[in-house]
């Protein structure tokens, strides 16, 4: 099985069902607090650079929900700037297996990558389920 580098938002109710999943798979999850992780452009760029702009933000963080930052608006250069600023912004998890790396978590990407115990078709392991209420995974 793998050993997954798993950066995410401690207390996130998502990441921990995701590494949950990860971990009943077999794979081995090492967990980095993704808030507090010295990120630099290329170490971003590593994970995002395969992937359209747009899908980088975290659509429940705050700025993102309120409008004040527009992913379909900004330029690769300044998503970048936006996100070492302020990483809350950042699409979670990031996981890291040997030199790949992925943004999200979507089961059935996942499932074909490392592989992965059947989830329940249709579950959204990324949205916070508490977007229409207080939302801590929002929060820093």
């Known amino acids: ?30 967990a980095k607090n993704l808030l507090t992780e010295t990120w630099t452009i290329e170490k971003l760029l590593a994970f995002l650079k395969p992937y359209p702009v747009t899908d980088w933000f975290n659509r429940a963080a705050p700025r993102v929900k309120s ?13 970048l700037q936006l996100i070492l600023a302020e990483p809350l ?10 030199d790949d790396r992925r943004i999200g978590f979507d089961p059935e990407m996942v499932a074909q990558w ?17 977007q229409h209420t207080h939302n801590p995974c929002a929060e820093p």
């Not at 409008?67 to 998503?79: R, S």
């Not at 490392?114 to 508490?130: F, K, N, W």
């Open 114 to 130: 490392i592989g992965l115990t059947p989830v329940e078709t249709g579950t959204d392991l990324e949205s916070c389920p508490r």
């Open 89 to 98: 912004l950042l699409r979670r998890p990031l996981m890291q297996v040997g």
């Open 67 to 79: 409008g004040e930052v527009n992913p379909e608006a900004v330029t690769a250069e300044e998503a």
């Open 1 to 30: 099985m793998a050993e997954i580098v798993f950066y995410e938002k401690p207390g996130c109710g998502n990441n921990t069902k995701q590494k949950n999943l990860l971990a009943e798979a077999g794979h081995h999850v090492l």
